[in-house]
């Protein structure tokens, strides 16, 4: 599947320029766009023992160079890159297999190497745990495509698809430290285990001028089948695309 999303991004690429004359310094720097958003990401199917945030706040940014399907620039077809940061806040950990660093046994039916979310205990050997915050963060680079169309308002509709590869994964834990000592620690945790690499699905973008509504529905869990919790987000947000 993977290996067929990629293929598709090169076919559609190739496909697109081939439609296209060979364009002038101008003509390029108008067809490139920049733009940022902010979302939130609603995480569908996470498990029923831990107690996920309502806000998951995340950013994304992005470069567009564009194909005209038709002469009068109302539908376009685009591909490009940029770099989303998706953020899980919830009350708990990650472990793997039969370790976690409470030291409390993992959900039933757990495998050696699967990972899994574990709430903290109230008290540890004795010393408080309280939890302050604790977030899953994952970095990816994207490679968006798909189709924009334009009206004569300045009303713009898009619809594509994006594909994007894992840069970075860790988690980030806020609370007490584990030596009874009672201050307040900030410890990240690199090198996740289990956190596909890949990741993909469509989205949709709604605006007028350089401001839209966007959302974009993941297609591949967070983990990779059989070694996690199978988790889905979607992303709902603005984009601001003031240079175009």
Not at 156 to 183: E, I, N, P, Q, R
């Amino acid at each position: 599947m993977k290996r067929n999303l990629s293929l598709l991004i090169i076919f559609l690429a190739l496909a697109a320029s081939s439609y296209a004359q060979k364009p002038s310094a101008e003509s390029i720097r108008k067809r490139l766009s920049l733009g940022f958003g902010v979302f939130n990401d609603f995480w569908q199917k996470v498990p029923d023992s831990i107690n996920p945030k309502s806000l998951n706040r995340g950013v994304d940014v992005y470069i567009h160079y564009s194909f005209p399907l038709d002469k009068k620039g109302r539908a376009d077809f685009f591909i490009g890159g940029g770099l989303g940061a998706h953020n899980f806040y919830s009350q708990a950990l990650i472990g793997t297999g039969k370790y976690n660093i409470y030291e409390t046994l993992p959900p039933v039916g757990v495998s050696a190497n699967e990972s899994y979310f574990y709430n903290v205990p109230g008290t540890f050997k004795g010393a408080s745990t309280n939890l302050k915050k604790s977030k899953l963060a994952i970095t990816y680079l994207d490679i968006p495509f798909g189709f924009q169309f334009k009206t004569t308002s300045n009303a713009h509709f898009t619809l594509g698809f994006k594909v994007g590869w894992k840069l970075d994964a860790h988690t980030k834990y806020k609370g007490d430290a584990l030596d009874g000592s009672g201050y307040q620690v900030i410890e990240r945790l690199y090198k996740l285990r289990n956190i596909d690499n890949f990741h993909y699905g469509p989205y949709a973008v709604i605006g007028y001028k350089w401001i839209g509504a966007s959302v974009f529905y993941q297609l591949s869990s967070v983990f990779e089948k059989d070694l996690g919790p199978q988790i889905y987000p979607i992303s709902v947000g603005l984009v601001f695309q003031p240079f175009k």
